[in-house]
């Protein structure tokens, strides 16, 4: 009881049971409270949640208002205002900005910068000093050091980190020096109250300072002490736990992002503009003189000023400009720490030591700084660069490769680019990185089928940190990387985009360009077709396991063919009878006690796909192995560029038939005839493939219980029929009634209901809802419970009676009454004003059909509503009485169920 009382759960944590309590009352309890009690109570609440809301707009103000608008002011004080006075002066100032949300935006982008660079450099600075991630060439704070006393004495070693210097009396000399200054005090009978109350006071200072040295070896992992300090949690820093303490680590933090904006915004800034203006023409005419082309030298004017008048020009035009300083800034601060780390650790000549001001900055400290600021900006630039830069490569390069098949020019591609740069580019970035990730997941499942040890070179994240090797990896094998990879995909992206696509665009100009016309000028016109793209198809498509099983076949079947005809099958994919030859496990961890569990962990490091120690497999070594290496290579290209040709043109071509049943002549956004096409071709291998399955195991077909599977397949398609397409439409048709409509069109306008389009927004809200069910509710809510209960059937039994009774008639029943009883109202007054017609009345006194049938669809929504908020309404009082009847009278509560058999009785027991 004592357990359930500290951590407030109802229920058995090994069988689930749920407890029920039953709550126990004062004696003097009232059945009603007295109004002037429930006043008191609705008083003291009403002031206690003020005061929550206050606090909460107090730190919402604070932290989304003031620190972003300030950060904002301090980015336009360095960079864009130019009368620093004034802004200074309106730096903390709101009103005045003509741009207040930009601001704010603006402001949350820096602190967000601030916190992630600031994680990012703690982050660096454990993992160097504690996970290994340290070069050789870095020196940790806490590394030993020679001894400059020692330098005289060759024979005397150097001492060791962890213990005193000599010069240092050892513990014990201390010890007998301090008995002997307390044996010449005089006796303890002969102190004075002063004395006595002095030596209290220095026992007490002893004692602190031994609490202070036990709580820092604590700290330091020794054992003993006391925590040096708690954990401060989060709540307590932004404020959400009521207190006022989140305004001082706010002040904080506004410093922090103002230095932030100087140190790693204008420095960088500055250096980087200073690079690309003054010394990016010299660089040039360099290159230009050392290489000595004479076309070159010839059509280029090697002239100072012009060069960079012409490269400030561009500059200043260009949207990007911010961009390219900070990158080339950053290049440059990497650089400048290298030299001074450099500098520092060699001190060729003497020149740190013999100055007295400098000799203190080259301590290990202040070296292990500069070395961790240089790996911090190094890795910053790699991992932009590979991030950032190389993805907006890559997709532009597609996209300037694809111009012929989308029928664009670049002309056109330069005018949308100059309309919207960010767009543009993050375009090209998310094309860019589709494309390096589906290749790399291509690369890693052709290691995997392959012979073990034909791709050595090739990676995975399980074999490598590809973050450790940005810090680890000089910059020189970075850069050869970097070159390797750039050209590797060139080379791809010009055999599978450029190559095929100007081969059709010139031999089958009836097929390209595609077509990019939209089917109607409304954008609704095409929900239909959009909605089956992305939620259907798309999903399908590109499903893990699926496609994951047919490119390993795809890949074993080409292997297999191409290695027969080139003799080169035992290269790539082995041989049966030659046997694997087990690496030497370098990293193997197990202790020389650890026996079967050693074994065993080294069978499973074995067993892995991705692991570094998996067995490499021999082969047999062909003659002229060289020359059929390179027929292979040649080969591969030449099927990848078969097979990206044929993705653009037979897919487009089966879609262009499929989707002209639906549509007719009228002609089809070729993306949609895309993806149709590619999910028609999926469906139809997927359903041959499962067909050759059957006729390969020879199913006898006298065996099977035809009744038993023609029942299955009836209630199947009855199922479907109710949840798949009468439910779908039917909440369609009540959203389009009740919100699209109202919003549309005025209450004497009739609107004309699209069976497709209410399908698409009902399959949509079903598809919401039933996300919402399976994550958001609890686990005794009854919807869950008959999806899990329609699940745990299956086909084979299937329960019609079940879904029609949980999902069917609940859902059907309110909304067929919702739709049919405004119309009924409608029509009936349509007939009663025909009957009694009189021609002397106007007609404009009465009201159409569609106005009745709006208005009472109108009035049935906010009835429905009204009766909800006063439901919401009585239930909120009456937990407000309950809760203050609480507070003054509860005493306990009594558990009723502690035992689930239900025939059990258990005294009970009150907490």
Known sequence: MQWLHHSQRHYCELCQHRFTFRPIYAPDTPSRLPPYVLLRGVKQRTFKYAKKIVHGLLVLAVWLVFLPNYCARVESLLFREEGYASAVLRLLWIGNSPRPASDIGEGIIIMGLTMAILF???????????????????????????????????????????????????????????????????????????????VDDEDEDAQAVGEAAGANGDANGDAGGVPFADDIALAHIVGLDGSYAFLEYAFWFSVLCGGFVTVFYLLPYTSGRLVVHDLGPIMVMLGVKVLNVAPISANISLNYSNMHQNLTNVLTNSP?????????????????????????????????????????????????????????????????????????????????????????????????????????????????????????????????????????????????????????????????????????????????????????????????????????????????????????????????????????????????????????????????????????????????????????????????????????????????????????????????????????????????????????????????TLFTGLFTVAVVTKGARSITRQLRTRVQLRNVRWSLWVLVVARTAVASAMVLIWLPFLIGLTFEVTILKPVALLFDQSSIFQIYRCYVFGALIVKILLTICLVAVGENNPWKMALDQVYANGFRNMNLKLIFTAFVWPVSTPLLLYLSLPFFMARTYNMLALWNENPDVNDDKFFTAHTIEGVAHLMFVCSVAAILGLLASFGFCKQLHDQIRDELFLVGKRLVNYDNRATLVVPSTAV
């Open 120 to 198: 990012s450099f703690v982050f660096l600075r454990d993992e160097i000093m504690h996970n290994g991630w340290n070069p050789g060439w870095i020196v940790l704070p806490d590394a030993p050091q020679p001894n400059p006393a020692n330098n005289n004495n060759p024979l005397q070693p150097d001492a060791p980190p962890n213990e005193m210097p000599n010069d240092m009396p050892p513990l014990e000399d201390a010890l007998l020096a301090n008995a002997a200054v307390q044996a010449d005090l005089p006796p303890p009978a002969q102190l004075d109250l002063d004395n006595a109350a002095a």
């Open 320 to 672: 990007y400009r911010t961009a390219i300083y900070l990158y080339f800034g950053y290049c440059t601060f990497a650089i400048c720490f290298s030299y001074t780390y450099d500098i520092l650790g060699k001190d060729l000549f003497g020149f740190i030591r013999s100055i007295p001001y400098v000799r203190r900055f080259n301590t290990p400290a202040v070296k292990f700084g500069i070395g961790l600021f240089y790996l911090a900006t190094k890795t910053g630039v790699l991992f932009f660069t590979e991030a950032v830069l190389f993805p907006t490569l890559f997709g532009g390069l597609a996209d300037l490769s694809s111009m012929d098949i989308f029928n664009t020019t670049l002309a056109d591609r330069l005018r949308i680019f100059n309309s919207a740069p960010g767009t543009f580019i993050f375009v090209h970035w998310i094309v860019g990185v589709l494309f390096i990730s589906y290749f790399v997941w291509f690369v890693l499942l052709t290691k995997e089928t392959l012979r073990p040890g034909l791709l050595w070179f090739v990676r995975s994240y399980q074999e490598s940190n590809p973050f450790k090797e940005l810090v680890m990896w000089p910059c020189g094998k970075s850069i050869r990387n970097l070159a390797f990879v750039l050209g590797l995909f060139l080379i791809i992206i010009g055999v599978t985009i450029y190559l095929p696509i100007r081969f059709l665009c010139r031999n089958f100009s009836g097929i390209f360009p595609y077509n990019l016309t939209q089917l109607e000028e409304s954008p609704i016109g095409e929900l239909t077709i959009q909605f089956a793209v992305l939620h259907y198809i798309g999903p399908s498509l590109f499903q893990q396991s699926t496609l994951r099983t047919f490119m390993k076949w795809l890949i074993t079947t080409w292997s297999d063919t191409v290695g027969r005809l080139l003799g080169l099958r035992s290269y790539l994919l082995g041989d049966p009878a030659v046997p694997l030859i087990i690496p030497p496990n370098n990293n193997n961890n197990n202790a020389p006690n650890d026996g079967d569990l050693g074994v065993a962990h080294d069978q499973l490091d074995m067993m892995l796909v991705n692991s570094p120690n998996r067995p490499v497999q021999s082969y047999q070594r062909p003659p002229c192995f060289a020359a059929r290496v390179v027929t292979l290579l040649l080969l591969l290209a030449l099927t990848g560029c078969l097979i990206s040709g044929a993705l653009l043109t037979v897919p487009v071509l089966l879609g262009r038939l499929v989707l002209g049943f639906w549509f007719g002549a009228r002609p089809v956004h070729d993306i949609y």
